[in-house]
């Protein structure tokens, strides 16, 4: 069982992280993108689109964690990752970790066209296993049968 903490939604032009990628470079890059998430949108058709893809993500993220733009909260501490055909996660670094419920989970949906990227994170406090681990699953079983 769950209870939601907060929601977050955000929605990017493409081009914008485009230009700023191309004005700006690796300055602007590296402040706000982990190595990981670089090299994964580096080896995509179209990297800008998944840029932008992870710049919703991040901002989603900050606000349904209720923290929106702060000194405690870099772009960098949250980062998306994804392990090959997976979906993709989020994962937080450093104090924003730190100061979060040891049971929050992050549940992220990314999508993009070559105009738009938008990023739905959901943020829920975990109050006993999901039903997808073999112990929660026993029980649910045996309250059934």
Not at 37 to 53: G, I, K
């Amino acid at each position: 069982m769950s209870r939601i903490l907060g929601i977050g939604v955000d929605v990017i032009d493409v081009v914008r992280i485009d230009r700023a990628a191309n004005r700006w470079g690796d300055r602007f890059l590296k402040r706000l993108y982990t190595q990981g998430e670089l090299a994964y949108c580096r080896e995509q058709s179209f990297p800008a689109e998944h840029l932008a893809a992870r710049f919703a993500a991040k901002e989603a993220t900050m606000k349904a964690l209720g923290t929106g733009w702060t000194s405690n909260v870099a772009f960098k501490d949250i980062e998306v990752v994804r392990q090959g055909s997976e979906r993709p996660q989020i994962e937080l670094h450093d104090e924003v970790r730190r100061t979060l419920p040891a049971n929050l989970t992050l549940h992220v949906s990314l999508s993009h066209t070559h105009v738009l990227a938008t990023a739905f994170v959901v943020a829920a406090l975990e109050s006993e296993p999901s039903l997808n681990s073999a112990s929660t699953r026993e029980k649910h079983h045996d309250q059934i049968h």
